[in-house]
């Protein structure tokens, strides 16, 4: 039986890690199958990718080569490392995936979604998830929690402004596709936001 592709999304510093971690741990004690990996990222080149777009000396990229450079480290993840593990029937838990290139690069950055969409039409077309885990937490609430910004993240780096677009964009993905996004409350403790996460995957039969 061919595998599950589950996404984690939310803006920077909404406690993705910490509930990866915790998901992560869970999923050894049950015994179950899975393959932990992150967007942009995943595999050498996909890593290396991702060295280049966050950088933050890289202040001078377009906005246009950055949606690119985020769909070719994605087209090259899935071939690496993503396809692989669903071929094996393994749950594929994915950092971030395609609709963080909606949320960044479409509505933040003013691309549109129907250039993003067309670059990301692979992904889309091919490996759509089969649930998307959103953490509803404000960037003004996650960068207070994070005490500031990445100096060395550029992403991070782009102002309250654009994150406050960025969580606009989550908002607005999440309204249109509940059938697959689960809105989890980014305000809980950890160990809630983790049990609402469980829940919400059992009930959709990713778990």
């Known amino acids: 039986m061919r595998g599950k592709l589950i996404t984690f999304e939310g803006c920077d510093g909404c406690g993705k890690s910490t509930q990866l971690k915790m998901l992560s741990a869970y999923l050894q004690e049950q015994g179950v199958q ?5 967007e942009p990222g995943g595999g050498k080149i996909s890593e290396a990718i991702r060295e280049i777009l966050l950088n933050g000396k890289n202040a001078e990229m377009t906005d246009e080569c950055e949606a690119l450079l985020y769909a070719a480290a994605r087209v090259q993840h899935l071939h690496d490392k993503v396809e692989p593990a669903l071929q094996e029937g393994k749950l594929v838990i994915c950092d971030r995936y395609v609709d963080s290139s909606l949320a960044y690069q479409a509505y933040a950055r003013g691309l549109g979604e129907t250039f993003v969409e067309s670059i990301n039409a692979f992904a889309l ?10 953490i509803d937490l404000t960037p003004e609430e996650a960068f207070l929690r994070k005490k500031g910004a990445d100096e060395n993240d550029r992403l991070e780096q782009a102002g309250l402004a654009f994150h406050k677009r960025v969580y ?4 607005s993905l999440a309204k249109r596709y509940p059938k697959r996004y689960i809105r989890v409350d980014g305000k809980q403790t950890p160990a809630e936001i983790f ?3 469980v829940k919400a995957l059992k009930e959709r039969n990713c778990l």
């Open 195 to 197: 049990a609402d996460v």
């Open 125 to 134: 077309q091919n490996y759509l998830p089969d649930a998307t885990v959103f």
């Open 168 to 171: 606009e964009g989550f908002d």
């Open 34 to 38: 899975h393959v932990f990996t992150r």
